[in-house]
């Protein structure tokens, strides 16, 4: 059964730092890893999507990476703005209704 | 607007009532789920219709009933549920027949309170 983890649970960081936040996953077969925001009440935003051939996705100032073979992906960041904070959720999907979920880093970019 | 829309944003309910969740999505997707999003725990499955397959967790309680009628619409119907059935229900959708499994688009959810 594929367990997704995710470090840390919360972090606190002030206004302009890089950051990297770490998804690890227990089965490799995946057939791809997407990340998600979620605002605090409201639904899932997608970041981005890996595909299992992929070793990375970027978008603006975010970039993830993904290594099937150690079961790590990463999500980095880069100058970090207030509007950043929220919960950072990632999914490996094992099927074609399998996907499952962490249970999210609480991110908080202070002004 | 992520292209995937739920109806009621919020929803209070009596543990005796039945109401019903709306879910529906235009981009041509043909796979949606109901997931449950409960405090301090990762988001379940709990029904997938797709071309492929009909899946249900069998963890969920037969109070919780999908209805799928086409492609676009998918229902959650609820009847004599329990306070701790109060959750944030997330509704997404999936393109299939690529090859290749797709990302997942997400609506903004309905906060069910059972009272």
């Known amino acids: 059964k594929q367990e997704v983890t995710q470090i840390p649970a919360a972090l606190s960081v002030p206004e302009g730092e890089n950051l990297v936040l770490n998804c690890s996953f227990t089965?490799?077969?995946?057939?791809?890893l997407q990340w998600f925001r979620q605002d605090p009440g409201k639904g899932l935003t997608s970041l981005l999507l890996?595909?299992?051939?992929?070793r990375e996705q970027t978008s603006g100032r975010l970039n993830a990476s993904l290594d099937k073979s150690s079961g790590r992906s990463t999500l980095y960041i880069a100058a970090s703005q207030p509007g950043d904070s929220a919960t950072y959720l990632c999914?490996?999907?094992?099927?074609?209704?399998?996907?499952?979920f962490g249970k999210g880093t609480m991110l908080l970019v202070s002004p | 607007e992520t292209g995937v829309t739920q109806t009621p944003r919020h929803l209070v309910m009596g543990m005796t009532n039945k109401k019903s969740l709306k879910c529906e999505q235009h981009?041509?997707?043909?796979?949606m789920y109901w997931y449950k999003q409960s405090a301090k725990k990762p988001l379940e499955l709990m029904f997938v219709?797709?071309?492929?397959?009909?899946?249900e967790n069998n963890s969920v309680p037969s109070r919780f009933s999908p209805e799928c009628p086409n492609s676009s619409h998918l229902f959650l119907h609820l009847h004599t549920l329990q306070p701790e059935d109060s959750a944030l229900y997330l509704c997404?959708?999936?393109?299939?027949?690529?090859?290749?499994?797709?990302?997942?688009?997400f609506g903004s959810g309905t906060r069910l309170t059972v009272v």
């Open positions: 997404a959708s999936r393109p299939t027949g690529t090859g290749k499994v797709g990302g997942y688009t």
């Open positions: 089965d490799s077969a995946i057939y791809n």
């Open positions: 890996i595909q299992s051939s992929q």
């Open positions: 999914a490996a999907a094992s099927g074609y209704s399998t996907l499952t």
């Open positions: 981009l041509g997707h043909n796979a």
């Open positions: 219709y797709s071309l492929e397959e009909r899946v």
